[in-house]
């Protein structure tokens, strides 16, 4: 079956650029999602980027597909340290309602 | 801005009985979902739930689960006969039914512990 995959945990200093990574490996994949889950919290959607598309940017965010590779980032520049967080990249294949979600990726921000 | 929102938000249970998790799901949205996550695991897909019936469910999702629609807001998950592994996150979502990204919002979760 799908395997969405992520790094564990990313350290970066308030200011700075984050860019958290992940593979899948469905190429059957349409849309990819990108969720953030603070402690205590749900998921709440960040963005998300349709499989036909290579970038998309709103505000802090930019999400980068290489679909050959089937790699997906998340750039967050000037990242604050609300923005401490575990974050998941999801995916969804053609024909599902399913998400498929890697193991999330703590962003811990150090002032 | 319109939310799922889940009841209880903690859930304690004994070993063999039956819970209920309930959700509002958004007002608008036609698709419901339960997902679960146990703890320091991955978030994963139980069932989804399109004009009173299941559209897709996991392997997850046997005979000890069920979904309801109850009335016109609620969305339930029924876990009958609870087992220690069933303790996890459970998060309840919706979507529009738009065809297009039909992005998934999701609630805070229920936290159900079986002892």
């Known amino acids: 079956g799908e395997d969405v995959e992520q790094s564990l945990f990313l350290s970066v200093r308030e200011g700075d650029s984050s860019v958290i990574n992940c593979t899948y490996t469905?190429?059957?994949?349409?849309?990819l999602y990108w969720y953030k889950q603070e402690p205590g919290a749900g998921l709440q959607l960040l963005t998300y980027?349709?499989?036909?598309?290579d970038m998309k940017q709103d505000q802090r965010l930019t999400v980068l597909l290489n679909k050959k590779d089937k790699h997906l980032s998340l750039r967050i520049a000037d990242t604050q340290t609300g923005d401490s967080a575990i974050y998941f990249c999801a995916d969804r294949e053609t024909g599902r309602r399913a998400l498929t979600f890697g193991s999330g990726t703590r962003l811990q921000v150090q002032p | 801005e319109p939310e799922v929102t889940q009841t209880p938000s903690h859930q304690v249970t004994q070993m063999g009985q039956e819970v209920i998790l309930r959700c509002v799901p958004i007002?608008?949205?036609?698709?419901f979902y339960w997902y679960r996550q146990i703890l320091g695991q991955k978030v994963e897909f139980l069932v989804s739930f399109y004009n009173n019936e299941i559209s897709e469910k996991s392997e997850i999702f046997d005979d000890q689960f069920s979904v309801e629609r109850p009335d016109g807001s609620n969305f339930t998950l029924k876990i009958r006969s609870t087992k220690l592994e069933d303790s996890a996150m459970y998060f309840c979502?919706?979507?529009?039914?738009?065809?297009?990204?039909?992005?998934?919002?999701f609630g805070p979760g229920t936290r159900l512990t079986v002892l």
């Open positions: 469905d190429s059957s994949s349409t849309y």
């Open positions: 007002s608008n949205h036609l698709y």
């Open positions: 979502a919706s979507s529009e039914e738009k065809g297009g990204t039909d992005t998934q919002y």
């Open positions: 980027i349709f499989s036909n598309m």
